[in-house]
C-alpha cells in the first residue's frame, strides 16, 4: 500500500477529513491489511476518510456477515412441499425480513435480529433500539407489525452487575414496545456465568400483510426521487455496526457514542407514516430503513438491488446537530429513519403523508444510470463508490477449526461418576431447580410488556407458545411463535445442541397446538478467528441446517452476531431459534396448564434416562458438564406428528414439554396456573438409566406431558401405542393441593404445590426486589 | 358512525377500541384524527389507550391542547357521552373533564395483568346489578396512580363517582381507585381496558357489559338494531 497516494476525487469541504490513509487508520476501521488492498483494487484508486468509513461498516461483520455467509448457505430457504401451508414469498437474504404464506392471501413478515454489544454497555437504550430496528425491518416489507418477542441471556443473578443490566434491559424493551402498542409474547430467558459482560438481547417482530402489498428495498426508475423520511441525524451510533462486530473490552465503555438513543413515539409515527404510504397505490418504488450503518448501508442495498446508481446530496439531509460533516452523516446510525424512493412526479403525495404525521420527508437525491453510488456534500463529491462492491464483494471467510477439548471431553462422559441421589433429597432438588432463575416464573419481565394491545393476545407469556390471533387482519386464524437455545447443550455438542434447540421449538408450537411454518434464527457466537469457536459456529449451523431440511421448516432470516466475549470468557454457543406456528381452530390452542381435578397424565415419548447437560447438574453439583442428550429427528417427528393429530381430535386438555429441569419440574409447571390442584403420580420402574436423578430430572428429548380426560386416557395410549410411540400413564390430577409421587412403590415425594409454586414465582422478584 | 374513536399521534388501542365497537357490539364507528373535527353525526366518543405524543411532558399533557379537544369539550359540556380509557383517562384528566391526575404506578413499573376490579353501586347504568359485582378486566399501564386532593376525593366518593375499585391494588392509587366518571354522569374515565375483555380468546368477557353501560344511552335512541345490547 503506497501511503503517499492521494485520492482522485477533490478535498473534502471539511478540512478534517483530508487526512493520509495509513495503515494504522485502516486497521482502526476494523478492516485487514489485505482487505483494505481488495478495496483499492475496487476503486483503482485510494478512497478518502468518507470512504474508508462506508467500507469500514459495509464490510463489517454484521453487515456483510464475511465469517459467516459460507455456512448460512447450508439453511434451506424454501419449502420442498410445495402443496403446504407456509409457502416462502421472500426469502432469506432478498429483503429487510423474509416473508412466508399463512392462507386466505396473507403473508407473514419475520425476523430476529440482535442489539449484544450495545446493551452490554448501555442496557436501556441499547435493549429498546435493538427493538425499534426489527421494528422497522418488519413494516418496511409493507407489514403491519403484530408480535414481539425476546431471547435474553444474563450471568448470574447473583451479581448486581447482571441485576442492574436485567432490569435496564427488560424497562428499555418494555418502554419501547408498549409505546408503539404491539404486543410483547414473551420469548426466554437464561442465566448462565458465561453471559456475565456480555448479555445476550435478542429481538423478534412478526407483522402481518397482503401478498400483493409486500414492498422491496430496491431503488429502480432513473430518475425518481429518493426520500429520507424520519427525524435529523446526529452524531449518535456512529460506526455502530463496527463496534458490534468486536470483542468487548474493559475499555468498551468508552464506546457509548456508539450506542444509539431510541424514541418510541418517533417510530410509531414512521410506522403509520410509512404504512399509510405504502397504501397509496403505486406510489412507493423501494424502502428501506436506516438501521445499522445508517444511510450508507440504505442507499448502496437499495441501489444494489435495484441493479441502479443512486446519488444524495447530504446537505438536503435533516440534521439536528450543526457542523456535521459527511463522514458522520453518513456513518451515523440516528434511530427512527427510513430511505424511501416513490414514482418521479408524485412527490407531493410522500409529503402530504409526512406532514399530517409531523414527520420530514427530504428529497434527498435520485436513482441515476449505472452502479454507482455518488454522495455530495456542499457541491463536492466525497464519495463515489461502485455500490455492489459494499454489498456483494466483501472478503468471505472460512477460519480454521478446532474441535475444543471440552466437546471431547464431554462424550467420553460417564454418569456412574455422578453419586446417586437419596429418595428424601429428590424435594430439596426439584426446590433448588424451581428457584433457578432459568427455570422459575418470568412474570417478573413479561408483566411488563404490554402483551394485550391489539386485542388478539390468545395465549399469554408463561405457556409453551405464545399465540394471537389475526383478527387485525380480519382472518380467524391464529399465529403461535416460540423461541429457544439451551446454551448447556450448545456448548457440551454444538450440532446436537442446535438440533435440539430447533426440535425443542418446534415441540413447543406442536404443544400449542400449532402447525410450524418457519424459522428464523440468531446465530449468537463468540470470536470466530479463535478455531474453537468457529467449530461450534460451523458444527450448530450443521445442526440447525439438518434440522430444517428434516422437517421441511426453512429459515427466511436472522442475524449473526459474533465477538460476543468480555474479558478472558466467551459466551456458549447460542443459536436462538424463533420459530412460527399456525393454529387454524379456537379449539386446537392448547396451553400447558392442567384444567381440573381427575385429569389423566401420560408421559409421551418414554421415561427420561439422561442426565448430561442438565440444570440438575447445574443446581445439585454446579457442574456443566456431561454428554449431551440424543436426538432422534424421526421420533421427534413421531411425537410431534401425535401431538397435532390429537390435539385435532379434540383430545388433548393440555400439554408441555420436559425441557430444563426434567419430568418433575414440567410436572410442577402444568400446576402453576392453579396451585390448588395437586398431582397422584406413579412410576413403576426407574427406567433405563436405573437411576432416580435421571428419570425425575434428566432431560432426554422428545417427551411430552399430556392431561387427558379419563375416559379418554385408554384410546389414547392404544393410539399412541398403534404409532409406535411409546407412553405411560404416570396418573392423575387431584384436589389435593399436593405433588404426590412414588417410585417403585417408595413415596418420593409428598409436597404442598402451594409451597413450589412460591418457591418458582418469588425466585426472580425476590433477587430484583431486594438490592 | 355513532361512535368517535379520537387518534392521537401515538395512540395504540384506537383499532382495539373500533374493533370492540363496531365490529363486536356491531354500533357505528369511526377513528377521526386529533387535527380533525368530531362529525355532527358523534353520539359518544371514547378517547383510547396508548401513549399520545409519546407521553412527553406528563401523559395527557400534550394531547389536552389538540385541535380536536375544543370539540370534546362542547360536546361533554352539551352532555354527550365521554370514555376514557388508560391513556385516554390521563387525557380527560389533563383536560379537566374529569377530577384528579394519574401518576406513576407506586412500583415504579409498567403493569400488564389481568386485573379484578370491583364494580361500585355508581348510576343507574354502572352498578353491580346491571353490569356484576366482580370483574376481570387487563390493565397495562405504567402511570395509573390516581391522585386527589382529600377534599375532592371525599366529594367524588360521596357522589358516588367512583365506577370501579381494584381488587389488589397494582399501582398504589388512593382509595384503590380503577375508574370514576364526572358529577354529571356523562364523561367516564377508567385504566383498566374493556376493550380487551370482549373476545372469547381474552381473559374475559367482562368488557362487553362496561362498553354497553357506557353506550346504553346513545343507543336507547337509537335507529339501529344492536343486537348485543
Given amino acids: 500500500m503506497n501511503e503517499n497516494t492521494i485520492s482522485t476525487l477533490p478535498p473534502n469541504p471539511d478540512p478534517c477529513l483530508n487526512v493520509k490513509i495509513s495503515p494504522e487508520l485502516v486497521a482502526q476501521h476494523g478492516l485487514l491489511p489485505e482487505e483494505y488492498d481488495q478495496v483499492l483494487k475496487i476503486l483503482g484508486r485510494t478512497p478518502n ?45 432478498e429483503e429487510n425480513a423474509g416473508v412466508i404464506d399463512v392462507g386466505e392471501g396473507w403473508g407473514v413478515a419475520f ?42 441471556r444474563f450471568g448470574s443473578l447473583e451479581s448486581d452487575h447482571v441485576k442492574r443490566l436485567f432490569r435496564g434491559v427488560v424497562h428499555g424493551i418494555s418502554n419501547y414496545g408498549n409505546c408503539l402498542g404491539i404486543p410483547n409474547m414473551g420469548g426466554d430467558v437464561y442465566f448462565d456465568d458465561c453471559y456475565e459482560g456480555n448479555p445476550l438481547v435478542n429481538a423478534l417482530c412478526a407483522g402481518i400483510l397482503k401478498h400483493e402489498d409486500i414492498q422491496r428495498g430496491a431503488a429502480t426508475g432513473v430518475g425518481n426521487p429518493v426520500f429520507y423520511v424520519g427525524p435529523g441525524t446526529g452524531r449518535d451510533g456512529l460506526g455502530g455496526a463496527s463496534f458490534a462486530s468486536r470483542e468487548l473490552t474493559e475499555e468498551s465503555t468508552a464506546d457509548r457514542p ?87 412526479g408524485r412527490e407531493q403525495e410522500i409529503k402530504e403523508v409526512f406532514e399530517k404525521w409531523d414527520l420530514y420527508a427530504a428529497h434527498i437525491g435520485e436513482v441515476k444510470e449505472g452502479d454507482r453510488m455518488v454522495v455530495r456534500h456542499k457541491g463536492v463529491v466525497v464519495a463515489d463508490l461502485p455500490a455492489k462492491s459494499l454489498t456483494d464483494e466483501s472478503p468471505v471467510y472460512e477460519q480454521p477449526a478446532t474441535e475444543p477439548a471440552h466437546i471431547v471431553d464431554a462424550k467420553k462422559w460417564n454418569l456412574n461418576a455422578v453419586p446417586e441421589l437419596p429418595e428424601k433429597s429428590v424435594e430439596s432438588s426439584l426446590e433448588k431447580l424451581l428457584a433457578h432463575p432459568t427455570i422459575a416464573s418470568k412474570r417478573w419481565v413479561w408483566q411488563q410488556y404490554d402483551h394485550m394491545v391489539m386485542s388478539g393476545c390468545t395465549v399469554e407469556p408463561g405457556s409453551d407458545a405464545g399465540v394471537v390471533h389475526l383478527s387485525i387482519a380480519g382472518i380467524d386464524k391464529r399465529l403461535a411463535i416460540s423461541n429457544d437455545c439451551n446454551n448447556r447443550f450448545c ?59 428434516f422437517f421441511d421448516v426453512p429459515v427466511v432470516g436472522g442475524n449473526v452476531s459474533l465477538y460476543n466475549e468480555h474479558g478472558d470468557g466467551a459466551i456458549d454457543p447460542t443459536p436462538v431459534i424463533s420459530m412460527v406456528g399456525l393454529i387454524e381452530k379456537a379449539e386446537r390452542v392448547t396451553r400447558s396448564f392442567f384444567k381440573e381435578a381427575d385429569e389423566s397424565i401420560i408421559l409421551l415419548g418414554g421415561l427420561p ?110 393410539a399412541a401405542m398403534q404409532d409406535g410411540l411409546p407412553a405411560v400413564l404416570l396418573g392423575n390430577t387431584t384436589n389435593t393441593g399436593q405433588f404426590k409421587l412414588l417410585v417403585e412403590g417408595n413415596e418420593i415425594l409428598d409436597s404442598p404445590v402451594n409451597k413450589l409454586h412460591k418457591i418458582w414465582s418469588e425466585a426472580i422478584p425476590q433477587k430484583m426486589n431486594h438490592n | 358512525m355513532k361512535v368517535a374513536i379520537l387518534q392521537f399521534p401515538g395512540s395504540n388501542c384506537d383499532w382495539d377500541a373500533e374493533h370492540a365497537v363496531k365490529d363486536v357490539l356491531g354500533v357505528p364507528a369511526a377513528r377521526i384524527w386529533h387535527k380533525s373535527h368530531l362529525p355532527s353525526e358523534t353520539e359518544a366518543v371514547i378517547v383510547p389507550g396508548g401513549f399520545s405524543f409519546g407521553d412527553y411532558l406528563r401523559c395527557g399533557a400534550i394531547a389536552r391542547f389538540s385541535p380536536i379537544m375544543n370539540d370534546l369539550k362542547s360536546f361533554a359540556e352539551r352532555g354527550g357521552q365521554v370514555l376514557g380509557i388508560c391513556n385516554g383517562f390521563q387525557i380527560l384528566c389533563e383536560a379537566g373533564l374529569l377530577p384528579g391526575a394519574l401518576i406513576r404506578n407506586d412500583c415504579l413499573e409498567f403493569r400488564c395483568v389481568n386485573q379484578k376490579v370491583k364494580l361500585e353501586n355508581s348510576n343507574d347504568r354502572f352498578n353491580p346489578e346491571e353490569i356484576g359485582g366482580e370483574l376481570i378486566l387487563p390493565i397495562a399501564h405504567g ?45 367516564y374515565g377508567m ?6 375483555a370482549v373476545e372469547t380468546y381474552h381473559p374475559s368477557l367482562d368488557g362487553l357489559p362496561i362498553l354497553k353501560a357506557f353506550l346504553k344511552p346513545v343507543l336507547l335512541n337509537s335507529s339501529v338494531e344492536v343486537s348485543a345490547l
Avoid at chain 1, 60 to 86: M, Q, V, W
Avoid at chain 1, 667 to 687: I, N, Q, R, W
Fill in chain 1, 49 to 93: 476518510l468518507t470512504e474508508l468509513g462506508i467500507f469500514s461498516v459495509m464490510w463489517s461483520e454484521h453487515c456483510a456477515y464475511k465469517n459467516t455467509r459460507k455456512l448460512l448457505r447450508l439453511f434451506p430457504t424454501e419449502k420442498k412441499d410445495k402443496d403446504s401451508i407456509g409457502q416462502v414469498l421472500v426469502k432469506a437474504g
Fill in chain 1, 111 to 152: 425476523k430476529i435480529e440482535s442489539h449484544n454489544h450495545p446493551s452490554a454497555i448501555e442496557p436501556f437504550e441499547g435493549a429498546a433500539t435493538g427493538v425499534g430496528g426489527i421494528v422497522r425491518d418488519i413494516f418496511t416489507m409493507g407489514a403491519r407489525p403484530i408480535l414481539l418477542t425476546n431471547s435474553l
Fill in chain 1, 258 to 344: 456508539a450506542v444509539q438513543k431510541g424514541d418510541p413515539f418517533m417510530e410509531k409515527l414512521l410506522l403509520e407514516a410509512c404504512l399509510e404510504m405504502m397504501a397509496i397505490p403505486d406510489l412507493v418504488v423501494g424502502i428501506q430503513d436506516m438501521g445499522a450503518a445508517g444511510l450508507t448501508c440504505s442507499t448502496c442495498e437499495t441501489a444494489s438491488r435495484g441493479n441502479s446508481g443512486i446519488e444524495i446530496d447530504l446537505d438536503l439531509v435533516p440534521q439536528r446537530e450543526t457542523g456535521m460533516n459527511s463522514y458522520e452523516i453518513m456513518l451515523s446510525e440516528s434511530q427512527e429513519r427510513m430511505l424511501v424512493i416513490v414514482k418521479k
Fill in chain 1, 491 to 549: 456448548y457440551l455438542d454444538p450440532y446436537r445442541g442446535a438440533q435440539i434447540a430447533f426440535a425443542e421449538c418446534m415441540r413447543n408450537l406442536a404443544c400449542s397446538g400449532a402447525r410450524a411454518l418457519a424459522v428464523t434464527d440468531n446465530l449468537n457466537f463468540a470470536n470466530p478467528n479463535k478455531p474453537e469457536a468457529y467449530h461450534m459456529l460451523k458444527e450448530c449451523v450443521k445442526g440447525l441446517a439438518d434440522s430444517c431440511s
Fill in chain 1, 609 to 718: 434416562y439422561e442426565l448430561g447437560g442438565s440444570y440438575f447438574l447445574q443446581t445439585e453439583y454446579g457442574k456443566k458438564e456431561g454428554t449431551c442428550p440424543n436426538v432422534d429427528l424421526n421420533e421427534e417427528k413421531k411425537i410431534q406428528d401425535f401431538l397435532i393429530k390429537t390435539i385435532d381430535s379434540g383430545n388433548i386438555n393440555a400439554a408441555h414439554d420436559l425441557a430444563e429441569g426434567g419430568l418433575l419440574v414440567a410436572t410442577a409447571e402444568m400446576l402453576f396456573e392453579k396451585p390448588d390442584l395437586g398431582v397422584d403420580l406413579t412410576l413403576d420402574s426407574l427406567g433405563d438409566s436405573n437411576r432416580l436423578d435421571a428419570l425425575l430430572f434428566g432431560e432426554s428429548q422428545g417427551r411430552v406431558l399430556v392431561s387427558v380426560s379419563k375416559d379418554k386416557k385408554e384410546d389414547i395410549l392404544t
Fill in chain 2, 143 to 187: 402511570e395509573g396512580n390516581y391522585r386527589l386532593k382529600d377534599q375532592t376525593l371525599e366529594e367524588l366518593e360521596s357522589n358516588g363517582q367512583v365506577l370501579l375499585r381494584y381488587l389488589g391494588n397494582p399501582n398504589g392509587s388512593i382509595n384503590d381507585i380503577a375508574g370514576i366518571r364526572n358529577e354529571a354522569g356523562n364523561v
Fill in chain 2, 191 to 196: 385504566m383498566p381496558h374493556p376493550e380487551r
